[in-house]
Nanobody, 129 residues
């Protein structure tokens, strides 16, 4: 059974950095696109970033471009989200999830939550002064 577990969240000040991890198990990790999403209180879940199965392609929401970097280590079955220059509006629960089929980068990069599955439990990121 596919399982994804996020970690690395915390409370930081504006301008600080955090690195989130998404550890995968129970499926062939290196054939799936993995996405990062976030949900703030009272708001819908939104796509943040995604990385293709090989790690050769990445994409980002406009709100995080230039500040966040997604990467993966297929040997460790782990995807990372390096978040720099954090802002209060980045405060949310962050989730990782698997695209609903192998490959499919051109669709996966649209980061529609309904197209992803095997959601983790989420990790809280709070940015405040």
């Amino acid at each position: 059974q596919a399982q994804l577990v996020e970690s690395g969240g915390g409370s930081v000040q504006p301008g600080d950095s955090l690195t989130l991890s998404c550890a995968a198990s129970g499926f062939f990790f290196d054939i799936y696109t993995i996405g990062w999403f976030r949900q703030a209180p009272g708001k819908e879940r939104e796509g943040v970033s995604c990385i293709s199965n090989t790690g050769g392609s990445t994409d980002y929401a406009d709100s995080v471009k230039g500040r966040f970097t997604v990467s993966k280590d297929n040997a460790k079955n782990t995807v990372y989200l390096q978040m720099n220059s954090l802002k209060p509006e980045d405060t949310a629960v962050y989730y990782c999830a698997r695209f609903n089929r192998p490959g499919g980068w051109s669709y996966a990069r649209l980061l529609q939550p309904a197209d992803f599955e095997s959601w983790g439990q989420g990790t809280q990121v709070t940015v405040s002064a």
